[in-house]
């Protein structure tokens, strides 16, 4: 683990940045709806005195259950400082850039306002699974009080593709109208199709974090959870696998693709010349934020996409539906993970089963630099970048 006392052995200058950070929120920066007390001391020293920031930041999250608006007033508010929406990158951002599904009836899950957020990021024919138990009331017989007699659709029209924005409230009636669409080609009043009988309806999954860390002792269920109930009870009534056309969120390669977009937007709003070297991204979570990071650093040093790392990216939404990926710009030279000690991850407890991590590559598993928290992050970040801070 890095010491900060390194921090204080070398003469740094304000010289200008050549770095962004990356920031998980949850397990990072808050602990359910509490500040971490060292966010709270990261942030004061992060904040020039005007409170811009060092360096370009994004707050990375694989939350995904409201506006981007929201999000950033409640970090403006919880860690006192001045949080942009345009500095939130949630998991559902880059659905922005998939626009050949813009236009096709796509059926939403997930919690919040899903419908408004779909349609703001430029879906035009928005279903959700409550549109469905309305117009089709006897799909969901677990849920035994009585539906409501209207839906915002005067018709239900035939599906075309899933989005999966975050674990929903009520599972069993979501796994059981998502089986139905799936299995009856986007019409699910109809009695299922045999197996292979059709193409199997794109499903895009945002959030694959399988646990988080919240108030509670233990680390929480994720959505990933919800979504290998999916996959089982999938592959139990039809004997195939789900397919995952693209999976949204860290690790997928296209959100930090997208993140470093939005990075090094920042960073040439104050000056066009500016470059984007080095990202820094900080997490609490080996399976999502240092997998992510690192895989993210062996797609940039490849430059050109290795079939290798095509591969991956596939398995990670890094391609499938997304062919206006080419339109992002990958110009840093590295990604370096940060892994913190106050999330997911507890350098106390044992490791572990390596079957949780069937699948993935060990190598990427392990972070760049591990700290005891965000505070000591952004110390070793400073360093490395030669960069003071106003509180030295």
């Given at each position: 683990?890095?010491?900060?006392?390194?921090?204080?052995?070398?003469?740094?200058?304000?010289?200008?940045?050549?770095?962004?950070?990356?920031?998980?929120?949850?397990?990072?920066?808050?602990?359910?709806?509490?500040?971490?007390?060292?966010?709270?001391?990261?942030?004061?020293?992060?904040?020039?005195?005007?409170?811009?920031?060092?360096?370009?930041?994004?707050?990375?999250?694989?939350?995904?259950?409201?506006?981007?608006?929201?999000?950033?007033?409640?970090?403006?508010?919880?860690?006192?400082?001045?949080?942009?929406?345009?500095?939130?990158?949630?998991?559902?951002?880059?659905?922005?850039?998939?626009?050949?599904?813009?236009?096709?009836?796509?059926?939403?899950?997930?919690?919040?306002?899903?419908?408004?957020?779909?349609?703001?990021?430029?879906?035009?024919?928005?279903?959700?699974?409550?549109?469905?138990?309305?117009?089709?009331?006897?799909?969901?017989?677990?849920?035994?009080?009585?539906?409501?007699?209207?839906?915002?659709?005067?018709?239900?029209?035939?599906?075309?593709?899933?989005?999966?924005?975050?674990?929903?409230?009520?599972?069993?009636?979501?796994?059981?109208i998502m089986i139905d669409v799936i299995l009856t080609?986007?019409?699910?009043?109809?009695?299922?199709?045999?197996?292979?009988?059709?193409?199997?309806?794109?499903?895009?999954?945002?959030?694959?974090?399988?646990?988080?860390?919240?108030?509670?002792?233990?680390?929480?269920?994720?959505?990933?959870?919800?979504?290998?109930?999916?996959?089982?009870?999938?592959?139990?009534?039809?004997?195939?696998?789900?397919?995952?056309?693209?999976?949204?969120?860290?690790?997928?390669?296209?959100?930090?693709?997208?993140?470093?977009?939005?990075?090094?937007?920042?960073?040439?709003?104050?000056?066009?010349?500016?470059?984007?070297?080095?990202?820094?991204?900080?997490?609490?979570?080996?399976?999502?934020?240092?997998?992510?990071?690192?895989?993210?650093?062996?797609?940039?040093?490849?430059?050109?996409?290795?079939?290798?790392?095509?591969?991956?990216?596939?398995?990670?939404?890094?391609?499938?539906?997304?062919?206006?990926?080419?339109?992002?710009?990958?110009?840093?030279?590295?990604?370096?993970?940060?892994?913190?000690?106050?999330?997911?991850?507890?350098?106390?407890?044992?490791?572990?089963?390596?079957?949780?991590?069937?699948?993935?590559?060990?190598?990427?598993?392990?972070?760049?630099?591990?700290?005891?928290?965000?505070?000591?992050?952004?110390?070793?970040?400073?360093?490395?970048?030669?960069?003071?801070?106003?509180?030295?």
């Amino acid at each position: 683990m890095w010491s900060p006392g390194l921090f204080l052995s070398r003469r740094l200058s304000h010289r200008a940045a050549q770095a962004g950070l990356l920031v998980d929120v949850d397990g990072v920066l808050l602990r359910g709806r509490s500040p971490l007390p060292a966010a709270l001391r990261m942030f004061r020293k992060l904040q020039r005195p005007n409170k811009d920031f060092l360096l370009p930041v994004v707050f990375l999250t694989n939350a995904g259950s409201c506006h981007r608006e929201q999000r950033a007033n409640q970090l403006s508010e919880l860690l006192q400082a001045q949080v942009r929406p345009e500095q939130v990158v949630l998991s559902y951002s880059p659905l922005t850039m998939m626009k050949s599904l813009h236009h096709k009836h796509v059926l939403v899950s997930g919690q919040g306002p899903i419908r408004d957020i779909a349609q703001r990021l430029g879906f035009q024919n928005v279903v959700t699974v409550d549109d469905v138990r309305k117009h089709c009331p006897l799909l969901d017989v677990v849920e035994h009080s009585p539906r409501p007699a209207q839906s915002q659709l005067q018709k239900l029209p035939q599906i075309q593709a899933l989005l999966l924005f975050g674990e929903p409230t009520h599972w069993e009636s979501h796994l059981q109208i998502m089986i139905d669409v799936i299995l009856t080609n986007g019409s699910p009043g109809s009695a299922h199709l045999p197996p292979g009988s059709a193409p199997q309806l794109p499903v895009i999954v945002c959030n694959p974090d399988f646990l988080w860390k919240s108030s509670a002792p233990s680390p929480r269920f994720g959505h990933g959870v919800f979504v290998l109930c999916l996959e089982a009870v999938f592959k139990r009534l039809s004997g195939a696998e789900l397919q995952i056309e693209a999976l949204l969120g860290k690790p997928s390669i296209l959100t930090y693709r997208y993140a470093e977009h939005v990075l090094t937007s920042q960073m040439t709003s104050s000056n066009p010349t500016a470059k984007l070297k080095t990202i820094y991204a900080i997490g609490d979570n080996p399976l999502t934020d240092v997998y992510g990071a690192n895989l993210y650093d062996r797609f940039l040093k490849h430059k050109a996409v290795t079939a290798e790392v095509r591969s991956v990216s596939m398995a990670t939404g890094g391609g499938g539906v997304i062919e206006e990926e080419a339109e992002l710009v990958s110009g840093a030279r590295e990604c370096r993970s940060v892994l913190v000690c106050t999330g997911v991850f507890d350098p106390t407890s044992a490791p572990p089963p390596s079957d949780q991590w069937a699948g993935l590559e060990a190598e990427l598993l392990q972070p760049r630099h591990t700290v005891q928290d965000v505070e000591e992050a952004l110390e070793l970040i400073l360093y490395r970048e030669g960069i003071r801070s106003n509180h030295d």
